[in-house]
């Protein structure tokens, strides 16, 4: 947890250099793929220092964002099995190394894949669930591209951007709510969209 907790405050600390914006993309290009620091307290406080930028600093988020799913779809698909389907050395440092992943998660995540596809992109690019892990598995289980370049844009512009409005909105005051109910508030609103997606699959 110490480390967690001084590498939280590096990131942070950015927010208050002229290296801002630079270190925002950074930070949301590599945790789609393997950094452990959600970019939202970063576009946060970015966005609490110039209101009036908030939606660009979305923007650039999100945008970095998609450009990291793509580099973790890639890293799935190109570099994480071997010629006999077992497991590189780049799946293992992943295993041994970046927090969440596991050999039974990704294995429990290839079922989910077969059944739900585009909803399993979209829940992990909105809600808490460790983006990264999800891009990977796309592109080492061959989810199709196009499918998951849609579902990325979507949960993660909505995400971003939801959160930059609510700053631009409400300024300081929001925060609290956000760091507190934001979580729950994504959660939900992922379950009641894909409620309305099985809904009309029903009706129609």
Known sequence: MNYFRRL???????SNTKYGVPA????????????PIPPDVFLIALALGMQSKALYFAFV???ASILGAIIGYTIGHFAWWNSIGEY?????????????FSSELFTAIQQKFDLYNFF?????????????????SAGAFNINFSMFI??????RSARFFLVALLIKKFGKPITAFIDKYFNIVSIVFTILLIGGFFALKVLF
Request: proline share 5%; hydrophobic share 55%; with cysteine.
């Open 120 to 136: 399993i992109v979209f829940t992990a690019g909105f809600t808490p669930i460790p983006f990264k892990i999800i891009t990977i």
């Open 150 to 155: 849609i579902a990325s844009t979507i949960s």
């Open 61 to 63: 988020c999100s945008l």
């Open 24 to 35: 925002l993309f950074i930070l949301s290009l590599s945790e789609s793929s393997f950094f």
């Open 8 to 14: 939280y405050s590096w990131v942070l600390h950015w």
């Open 88 to 100: 590189t050395a780049v799946a293992m440092f992943f295993f041994n190394h970046i927090p969440g």
